[in-house]
């Protein structure tokens, strides 16, 4: 149980364009999901925190107009990155906490999305 | 300075090895430890966790957490080369709050 999918797992776009990064939580709901991102040989650096139905909340220094963040149902987040730059390249995760999660362990992350940014 | 540190290595063993792997933190509010495993180009997976002081163990695995020295480990016996990863400490303050992670640990077992 408590599986968290990502698509795409790789995408490659132009300079200029928008992505968009879906996240699933595919046997539970999940009223929080979290978005990371994870340069090479780094940490994850928590982006935003979103909850079903409200606006997510953005780490300082994330720019909330280039990283669109839609938490429209308890299985499904989506992350877009808005004209998108090569220093946009990186490794996205996401994890999703369910309603009855009431503890950190209780966080299962997806497998990650790699964005290259040409 | 880092809320977290961790020594990203990279640390290399034989095969059998007992690993130690270590994490400190400035933040005395956190309460929740774990410990993630990563591999290449993948999400990270849950290992272990612990609240508050103490020790667990697991199978090969167990966590050892020193509040009052705000240092918390993480040891794997009999280590494998499946075992190879980069493995990720991480920290929250309450059971709702953020996540805080380590630069993770590049580790290698080498049969």
């Known amino acids: 149980g408590a599986v968290v999918s990502q698509h795409p797992s790789r995408v490659i776009c132009k300079s200029g364009t928008s992505v968009k990064i879906e996240c699933r939580s595919l046997d539970f709901q999940a009223t929080t999901m979290f978005w990371y991102r994870q340069f090479p040989k780094q940490s994850l650096m928590l982006m935003a925190t979103s909850n079903e139905g409200s606006k997510a909340t953005y780490e300082q220094g994330v720019e909330k107009d280039k990283f669109l963040i839609n938490h429209a149902s308890l299985t499904l987040s989506t992350l877009t990155v808005t004209s998108a730059h090569p220093e946009d390249s990186s490794f996205y995760i996401c994890?999703?906490?369910?309603?009855?999660?009431?503890?950190?362990?209780?966080?299962?992350f997806g497998p990650g999305t790699r964005l290259t940014v040409t | 300075q880092k809320e977290v540190e961790q020594d990203p290595g990279p640390l290399s063993v034989p095969e059998g090895a007992i690993v130690s792997l270590n994490c400190t933190y400035s933040n005395s509010a956190f309460q929740y430890f774990m410990w993630y495993r990563q591999y290449s180009r993948k999400g990270p997976e849950l290992l272990m966790y612990t609240y508050s002081s103490g020790n667990k163990e697991d199978g090969r695995f167990t966590a050892q957490v020193d509040k009052s020295s705000k240092y918390i480990s993480l040891f794997i016996r009999d280590s494998q080369p499946s075992d190879s990863a980069t493995y990720l400490c991480a920290m929250s303050e309450t059971s709702g709050s953020r996540l805080t992670f380590g630069e993770g640990t590049q580790l290698t077992v080498n049969p």
């Open positions: 994890s999703a906490r369910s309603a009855s999660g009431g503890t950190p362990y209780e966080q299962y």
